[in-house]
């Protein structure tokens, strides 16, 4: 097990432009988590899903944001007509769900700059 | 609203001696977890030490401790020993039970010096 892998590392986008991350989580967790981070701040809770459903979303979140995590496994983040505002690092993380004091196990992120 | 409060934006530790970072937070909760998280410099996130709030006993990992305050609302880390390796930003976190959403707070740089 290689932990939680995010892809792309850093990606550079032109405002306006969708963009789409990655993250496959360890493969026996079945929760994973997005958030976001700007320089020198705590991670922002944006999403997270138990399997395959999407159990909360960050009402910060607007509408140009959506993640799915279709069958359970991988996730992707999806941004709509970026914004220079947008321009942050994207983490992902994923827990086991036992009911108790798990920890998360995060990736290494997708650094966005919009441009 | 559940939040973490970190109220020291840097805190410097001569190598081998202890520091003591502090953390803060606001619940209505009485079940609930309370986490320390290290992120090195361009490095990924790792869990350093986790406390239920349930358990009256402080956790302890190695050199790692906490002081849990659960009246106070307070989650100190203590770091003896401080070493090289030790630098990092460090994130106190707050999860209610039963539920996923971790909430960071704003962070603590360490500095370690020789």
């Known amino acids: 097990d290689t932990g939680v892998s995010q892809n792309p590392r850093h990606k550079i986008t032109k405002r306006g432009q969708n963009v789409t991350f990655r993250c496959d989580p360890i493969?026996?967790?079945?929760?994973l988590y997005w958030y976001r981070q700007t320089l020198g701040q705590g991670p922002e809770f944006l999403t997270y899903f138990q399997n395959e459903a999407q159990l909360e979303k960050s009402r910060l979140l607007s509408d140009r944001f959506s993640a799915e995590r279709p069958k359970g496994s991988f996730s992707t983040l999806e941004i709509q007509r970026t914004e220079q505002g947008d321009s942050a690092m994207y983490l992902c993380a994923s827990s086991p769900w036992t009911g108790g004091a798990e920890g998360y196990t995060f990736g290494s992120g997708t650094r966005l700059t919009v441009v | 609203a559940q939040t973490v409060t970190q109220s020291q934006p840097e805190m410097s530790v001569q190598e081998a001696e202890t520091v003591t970072l502090s953390c803060t937070y606001d619940t209505s909760e009485s079940d609930y977890y309370l986490f320390w998280y290290k992120q090195p410099p361009s490095r990924q996130m790792i869990l350093v030490i986790r406390?239920?709030?349930?358990?009256?006993q402080n956790a302890t990992e190695n050199r790692f401790s906490v002081n849990f305050q659960k009246a106070a609302k307070s989650f100190s880390l203590k770091i003896s020993d401080s070493q090289l390796g030790d630098a990092a930003m460090y994130f106190c976190a707050y999860r209610k039970s039963n539920t996923g959403k971790l909430i960071f707070g704003q962070g603590t740089t360490l500095q370690v010096k020789p």
């Open positions: 406390q239920e709030a349930y358990k009256q």
């Open positions: 493969s026996e967790h079945n929760r």
